[in-house]
């Protein structure tokens, strides 16, 4: 159960890596470009920023304070702010009629694993 925890904690993180590069270092016209991007329409470029940044901050909070043993119980921690991320841009692909949302769904049932087995059987602090 551990191992898995860490595979999928570690898929999360690369998920998030690579999305968050996208909304960081794109325009907000070049993102909404990019396929399954309908979304950007509704939110600013500051906030395509901010959610990158947040991206970020789930990434290494899925891996960072268990792999150096600082403040470990973070983890479970950054899980459920992934899910509340992921549960966000599932709501907004619901309004959007997107089928991506299947993508969504799947990285949210991801987290909530992640955030129920550190929080519960795999715990850092037990």
């Known amino acids: 159960m551990n191992l898995a925890l860490w ?23 070049k993102l909404a470009s990019q396929p399954g991007a309908g979304w950007t329409q509704f939110f600013s470029a500051g906030a395509i920023k901010a959610l990158g940044v947040v991206e970020v901050l789930a990434a290494a909070g899925l891996i960072l304070p268990a792999a150096l043993d600082i403040a ?12 509340l991320l992921m549960a966000g841009a599932a709501i907004t692909r619901f309004r959007l009629r997107d089928k991506l949302i299947a993508v969504d769904l799947l990285y949210l049932a991801l987290a909530v694993f992640v955030a129920w087995g550190r929080f519960g059987p795999e715990s850092f602090t037990g």
Not at 9 to 23: D, I, R, Y
Not at 72 to 78: E, Y
């Open 72 to 83: 470990p119980v973070l983890v479970p921690v950054a899980a459920v702010g992934a899910a």
């Open 7 to 29: 595979i999928v904690a570690g898929l999360l993180a690369v998920v998030f890596l690579v999305s968050s590069c996208s909304k960081l270092f794109m325009s907000k016209e």
